[in-house]
């Protein structure tokens, strides 16, 4: 695996460019559509014109986001240590591939409400947001790669068990999974109406949860081979008991305060729709941040 992770190297990052040329076409295809779209204005000469790029455009990206996964996945397999790096890498390519989907059904949507008469406003900094995500994820994944290769040319053998590595890598990404939940339950809060934002409650919430069930199902596969009595050794079940205690005051303190802010005032009523997710972000926030942060304080 060693050798294949190498000779990957160059492929993707020659991909990555072209990747990155495709997403900046697609950005120009936006900005002439958008001013059309919001004046309700004829959107065919702009689509004729450059549909079939944009169609090879989204296509291309979305097999090189799976290519792109596989070369993560892989890393994630054959290194022992944990890293941050690789876990944002490993939560971005999960996120930026469902996005690409998103992409896609919102701008079927946004034409759908174009031709009913409809504003859609509110849905394009959802759009651009998500080329944002998109241009990060193809950058950190070029620094990735002459990362990797530096790693790869001083790896050595070491006596890191690697469910232990897994597990650090999980509160990684269980940070940025809420991290995530939580900015973009904040975000259409505050730009798309309350019947939009109840649409979208479940599968942004699930889109947002993905790369942690993903990752907790990988260090359960690795797990199962052992007796579940011998699944934590004392270290870590320390730092998860001091997690769970943080949780749960932290947390019930957290809802206490938000329950009365939506009592008192009526401008807060988009948290009835979105305390639930709400809630598990910041508890999934608080475990991972709290295990984490026990764990690197003991070994520092």
């Not at 792109?68 to 054959?78: H, N, S």
């Not at 944002?88 to 946004?110: E, K, N, P, Q, Y």
């Not at 290769?149 to 999974?177: M, P, T």
């Not at 939580?182 to 109840?198: D, E, H, K, M, Q």
Request: hydrophobic share 55%; glycine share 6%.
């Amino acid at each position: 695996m060693k050798k294949t992770i190498g000779a990957l190297g160059w492929p993707i990052f020659i991909l990555s460019i072209i990747s990155l040329g495709g997403l900046i076409y697609n950005l120009i295809f936006y900005e002439r559509l958008r001013p059309l779209i919001l004046g309700f204005k004829d959107l065919f000469p702009v689509i004729d014109s450059m549909q079939i790029p944009v169609a090879i455009s989204f296509i291309y990206i979305f097999l090189f986001h799976l290519i792109a996964a596989a070369y993560i996945f892989m890393q994630v397999i054959y290194f022992k240590r944990e890293d941050f790096l690789r876990s944002i890498m490993f939560f971005l390519v999960i996120m930026s591939t469902l996005m690409i989907l998103g992409d896609f059904v919102l701008l079927s949507d946004m034409g759908k409400e174009h031709a009913a008469g409809l504003d859609t406003s509110g849905e394009w900094p959802i759009l651009y947001l998500s080329q944002a995500l998109h241009f990060l994820f193809i950058v950190l994944l070029v620094i990735l790669v002459f990362y990797t290769r530096k790693r790869l040319h001083h790896d050595q053998d070491d006596i890191v068990l690697k469910d232990e590595a897994i597990f650090i890598d999980a509160q990684y990404i269980g940070i940025l999974c809420s991290l995530f939940g939580i900015g973009a339950f904040a975000i259409l809060s505050v730009f798309t109406p309350l019947w939009a934002l109840r649409k979208g409650v479940f599968p942004v919430s699930l889109i947002s949860i993905l790369p942690y069930i993903i990752i907790v199902v990988y260090w359960l596969v690795i797990k199962s081979r052992e007796r579940s009595g011998s699944w934590y050794d004392e270290k870590q079940f320390q730092d998860m008991t001091r997690g769970s205690l943080f949780t749960l005051v932290i947390s019930i303190i957290a809802m206490t305060i938000i329950y009365l802010v939506q009592y008192f005032s009526q401008a807060f009523e988009f948290i009835t729709i979105t305390w639930w997710p709400f809630y598990v972000f910041m508890v999934l926030l608080l475990f991972s941040g709290s295990i984490l942060y026990y764990s690197k304080r003991a070994s520092s």
